[in-house]
């Protein structure tokens, strides 16, 4: 069951781009979230899923002698969450939010790349992507907002739900 949690279904065992391929599939249950519940649902979901793996990656780590195994990808999925729950619930932000997450998650520029080499087990492994979809989302909201204000590609800033 662990396994099942930390690969998120077991995504995280794709062969190429594992953690893009389980941010895409978190951004369709996101998605799903959004309709059916409510943007604070899946930030709470974020937060939730945040707290209860850092435990589980611990111990994980523990007991293969491994840090931030690339078949982990939990932490995209609640890097991914936190980035589409703090920006509006439209399409653009949306697409945008997860485009800025797996670029902040790759590149790590600043706090997001020193959370990444410093800070160790599951804290760190679930930190830096947090940091990354923290400052995705607030991107992604930020050119919601200027493009609202220059009133561009209205058609894609129709809400989701």
Known sequence: MQKVFLTFFYTG???KAPGTVASLLAAVFAYLIL???SDQTLFLASILIFAASINVINDYEAKTGVHDDKSIVIDEVAGVWLAISMSSASWLSFILSVLFFRIFDIVKP???GRVDRDVRGGLGVM???MLAGFFAGLLSAMCYGA???LEIGTDWLISIR
Do not use: C, M
């Open 13 to 15: 065992l794709s062969p």
């Open 35 to 37: 309709i059916f519940l």
């Open 110 to 112: 600043s706090i997001i």
């Open 127 to 129: 930190g830096d992507d």
């Open 147 to 149: 493009l609202i204000k």
